[in-house]
């Protein structure tokens, strides 16, 4: 079998660039300076400094849960009277449907102003 050639049916010469060392040869040179290849890797430090995270992670998560067990053990503070949403409630302001209408939640707003301006001033009189 014949050898193949290049465009008009000649063979390629040993002293002549081939088609992907042309392409190397025609690539951009790189911007800036030129660093040094990264140090290789000792993957016995890099596991043990992963072991050692991990043990430290380990260390926090039960610290952690143990402050959270610690916080669920100790009953919330009573004061002997109702919570201040307990008194706003029993108010029976009007309700806020969510609306999405400025106008609507204006209005809802001054409502809940008003009341709670009554309310003060009740008192003083």
């Known amino acids: ?7 008009g ?18 690539a951009p ?9 990264p140090p290789p890797v000792d ?3 890099f596991m043990q400094g992963l072991v050692q995270a991990m043990q430290t992670h380990a260390h926090t998560q039960a610290a ?12 919330a ?4 009277g109702p919570s201040i949403m307990e008194k706003f ?16 939640a204006g209005s809802w707003m001054r409502e809940i102003l008003d009341g709670a301006y009554e309310r003060c001033t009740a008192g003083k009189s």
């Open 64 to 75: 952690l849960q143990a402050q959270l067990e610690a916080q669920a053990q100790v009953p």
């Open 89 to 104: 409630k029993r108010m029976l302001p009007p309700s806020f449907k969510g609306e999405s209408n400025p106008i609507l």
């Open 9 to 26: 049916g000649a063979p390629a010469r040993e002293d002549e660039p081939r088609c992907e060392e042309r392409a190397e040869q025609q």
């Open 29 to 37: 040179a790189p911007q800036g300076p030129i660093l040094p290849p």
């Open 1 to 7: 079998m014949a050898s193949r050639g290049r465009h």
């Open 77 to 80: 503070q009573d004061h002997g």
């Open 43 to 45: 993957y016995g430090v």
